[in-house]
């Protein structure tokens, strides 16, 4: 157990719909990193934040956003889903993510299916 | 060229096996390596960390970074069937907003009973 929780565990959407989601990270980290997952594209990153202020964006497409709150979880919003957002949606936390060590702890996942 | 390669396998070795996984890159401004072992359906979990060039030992697990032909590899000594999975190599640069993971595709590894 690493520590990062993600729920929901899974999700079963139509296309056009809008889904969120969370992320925890592990007690004392203050990046979140979100990533995703596809069979054809692997493990790509989207975006990250630190402390409640994005720091980095990926190839993250404009339908999806992301936000972190005062008490550091996070959520990944995406909306007007396409069957193509089907994939694995991973969250990861470090201790930092602007100096010093970058290990980073991923979460069991949400996996994403749009009908 | 895509900045990390890895060999995506499958691998098929029999229990007690010496593994050797690999990736190479093309970026040299990569500093930070690791190797994420990650069963089917789950979360990537980090085996190995390593900042630039170097060898580092944990257990059955040693990595190795040669940043002058861009190479690291992931040895597993005596295999288990429990260490079948798909191991990926990720890599990021150092500072400010350059901690994003860029991963390799992952090789799948079987290790036979």
């Known amino acids: 157990d690493s520590g990062v929780t993600q729920t929901p565990k899974h999700l079963i959407t139509a296309t056009g719909q809008r889904v969120t989601l969370r992320c925890s990270p592990r007690?004392?980290?203050?990046?979140v990193y979100w990533y995703q997952q596809s069979l054809d594209q692997g493990l790509q990153f989207l975006i990250q934040y630190y402390n409640g202020e994005e720091r980095a964006k990926g190839n993250i497409l404009e339908r999806f956003s992301a936000q972190q709150f005062p008490d550091l979880h996070s959520e990944l919003n995406l909306s007007s889903l396409e069957l193509g957002d089907s994939a694995l949606y991973f969250c990861a936390s470090s201790a930092s993510g602007t100096s010093g060590t970058n290990e980073q702890f991923f979460g069991p996942g949400t996996r994403l299916t749009v009908l | 060229q895509k900045e990390v390669e890895q060999d995506p396998g499958p691998l098929s070795v029999p229990e007690g096996a010496i593994v050797s996984l690999n990736c190479t890159y093309s970026?040299?401004?990569?500093?930070?390596f690791m190797w994420y072992r990650q069963y089917s359906r789950k979360g990537p979990e980090l085996l190995m960390y390593?900042?630039?060039?170097g060898n580092k030992e944990d257990g059955r697990f040693t990595a190795q970074v040669d940043k002058s032909s861009k190479y690291i590899s992931l040895f597993i000594r005596d295999s288990q069937p429990s260490d079948s999975a798909t191991y990926l190599c990720a890599m990021s640069k150092s500072g400010g907003s350059n901690y994003k993971l860029t991963f390799g595709k992952g090789t799948l590894l079987t290790v036979n009973p």
């Open positions: 970026n040299s401004a990569f500093q930070y």
């Open positions: 007690s004392g980290d203050l990046s």
């Open positions: 390593t900042y630039s060039s």
